[in-house]
C-alpha cells in the first residue's frame, strides 16, 4: 500500500543514495571501467606476444619446401624479424635422428618449436609438430594457412589446372548474415547486436549485484544502529521495507538510465566511434523493455536482498544466505554467453521464461533473434508474479527480522516467524 509514510521513506532514501558521492562516482565510473576492460582485452588480443620465434621445418619433399620458403618469406611477421623460420629436405628416419639431436633446443627455449611435413601430406594434410606449448593457437593460425596454400599449389602443379581455379580453391567461404524480422524485413548483420547483448547483460549483472549488496548492507547498518527502531515509531516495517525497495528500485533505474545514455546516443546517431562496418539494430520499445524489465528485476533481487539483511546482524553472518541469491544473478548470465555461439538455442529459449533468469536472459535475447510477442508477454507475466509470490514471505521476514539482535537466527527460527500469524 502506497501512501503518505511511505512516500517519506522513499524520498528519504532517494535523498540518502542519489545525493552522495558514491553513487555520482558509481555512476560516472562503470562506463570508464566497461571502456578500460574493452579497451585492455583488446590490447591483449591484438598484442600476439610472438616475437623471436624460431621455428625449424624439415620436409621430404623438395617443392614444398621450397614452397613454404617463398612464401613465409612473403608474411610481414616473417619480414619484420618476429618469425625465424629455417628450412631443410630430409627423409622421415633423418628427422627422427635430428628431432632426437635438437630436443634440448626446444626445452631451453633456443628453437620454439620442429615441424615436419612427410611425403604423405599431399593425401592426407597430416604434419607433425613438436614444441614445449602445442596449443599455440597464434602460432597455429599464422601458419596453417601459409602452410596450405603450399600444399594446394604442390598437389595440383601436375594436373593440368590453371592457377586461377587454384587461387579460387584457396578461398574461404565468406558468409554474408541477414536478419529476418516481422517489422523491419530483411537486414544485413555485422555482429553489432552481439555485443549490445554482451553490453545489456553485464550492466544488468553488475547493476543487479551492486543494489543488492548495497541494499543488504543498509538493512544491516540501520538495524545495528538501532536507526530502525526510531522509524518504526513513525511507519510499519511494510512501509519501511516498500519505501526502501522503492527508493532503491528508482536509484538503480536512474543509475542504468545514466549509463544507456551515451550508447544509444551513438547508436542512434551513428556517430563514427564504432568501427568501420558495424551496425548496431535496436528500437525504442526494445529499450523501453529493457528498462522496465530491469526495474522489476530490481524490485526482485532488491526485496530479497533486504530480507536477508532484516535477518541478520552483520555483513559477515550474511554471506552463506546471500550466496544462493548471486546465483540467481551469475548463472543467467553464463547463460547469455552461451547465445554467442547460438542465439536460438533451448536452454535460453527457457531461460528467458522462467523466474529470476528471465531479468537477464531475455534482454539477451531480444537483440539477437526475433522473440515472438506471446513470450515476452509470459516472461513479464511471470516476473512479476514472481514479485506477488515472494514479497508477502520476505515483508513477514523483514518484519520479525529488523527488530530481532543478538543471536545468529538459524533456517529452522526463520521458518517459524513464517508461521507466525501476528
Known amino acids: 500500500m502506497f501512501n503518505f509514510r511511505v512516500s517519506a521513506v522513499l524520498k528519504r532514501e532517494l535523498r540518502e543514495r542519489i545525493m552522495t558521492k558514491s553513487f555520482i562516482i558509481s555512476t560516472l565510473a562503470l562506463p570508464l571501467i566497461m571502456v578500460l576492460i574493452f579497451g585492455f582485452q583488446y590490447l591483449m588480443l591484438s598484442m600476439e606476444g610472438d616475437a623471436g620465434t624460431k621455428i625449424f621445418i624439415a620436409s621430404e619433399i623438395d617443392g614444398v619446401t621450397e614452397g613454404l620458403r617463398e612464401e613465409f618469406a612473403q608474411r610481414s611477421w616473417v619480414k619484420n624479424g618476429d618469425y625465424t623460420i629455417t628450412y631443410q629436405t630430409m627423409s622421415g628416419v633423418d628427422f627422427e635422428k635430428y628431432l632426437e639431436q635438437h630436443k634440448s633446443d626446444v ?3 633456443k628453437v620454439t618449436g620442429i615441424m615436419f611435413v612427410p611425403a604423405a601430406v ?4 597430416k604434419i607433425s609438430y613438436y614444441s614445449k606449448s602445442t596449443r599455440n593457437l597464434n602460432l597455429e593460425e599464422k601458419i596453417s594457412r601459409v602452410i596450405n596454400r603450399v600444399f594446394i599449389d604442390n598437389y595440383f602443379k601436375d594436373k593440368n589446372i590453371s592457377s586461377q581455379d587454384i587461387r579460387y580453391a584457396r578461398i574461404n567461404v565468406n558468409f554474408n548474415t541477414f536478419k529476418i524480422t516481422k517489422d523491419e524485413g530483411i537486414k544485413k548483420e555485422s555482429g553489432g ?6 553490453i545489456f547483460s553485464f550492466l544488468l549483472y553488475i547493476s543487479l549485484l551492486m543494489m543488492g549488496g548495497m541494499v543488504m548492507n543498509s538493512v544491516i547498518e540501520e538495524k545495528t544502529n538501532r536507526v530502525c527502531e526510531v522509524i518504526l515509531s513513525s511507519v510499519s516495517a511494510r512501509e519501511l ?11 538503480g533505474l536512474l543509475q542504468m538510465v545514466v549509463w544507456l545514455t551515451p550508447i544509444l546516443v551513438v547508436i542512434g546517431f551513428k556517430l563514427p566511434v564504432l568501427p568501420v562496418g558495424l551496425v ?5 520499445w526494445q529499450v523501453l523493455y529493457f528498462l522496465l524489465n530491469f526495474f522489476i528485476g530490481l524490485l526482485t533481487f532488491v526485496g530479497l536482498y533486504a530480507t536477508v539483511g ?8 550474511a554471506q552463506g544466505a546471500v550466496a544462493p541469491l548471486m546465483m540467481l544473478i551469475v548463472i543467467p548470465f553464463l547463460i547469455t554467453i552461451s547465445l554467442i555461439k547460438n542465439p536460438t538455442n533451448t536452454l535460453a529459449e527457457v531461460a528467458s521464461m522462467i523466474p529470476f533468469a528471465s531479468i ?3 534482454p539477451a535475447r531480444m537483440t539477437l533473434i526475433d522473440v515472438p510477442l506471446w513470450q515476452f508477454l509470459l516472461s513479464f507475466a511471470i516476473n512479476v508474479g514472481t514479485i506477488l509470490a515472494l514479497f508477502p514471505f520476505a515483508g513477514k521476514i523483514y518484519r520479525i527480522g529488523i527488530l530481532r539482535t543478538g543471536k545468529k537466527p538459524q533456517l529452522k527460527e526463520v521458518v517459524k516467524w513464517l508461521k507466525m500469524t501476528h
Open 107 to 109: 626445452l631451453s627455449g
Open 122 to 125: 599431399l593425401q592426407d594434410k
Open 193 to 198: 547486436n552481439l555485443a549490445l547483448a554482451y
Open 241 to 251: 521495507m516498500t519505501g526502501k525497495i522503492l527508493g532503491s528500485a528508482l536509484t
Open 280 to 284: 548496431i539494430q535496436i528500437s525504442t
Open 310 to 317: 532484516a535477518i541478520f546482524n552483520t555483513p559477515q553472518e
Open 360 to 362: 537477464i536472459v531475455m
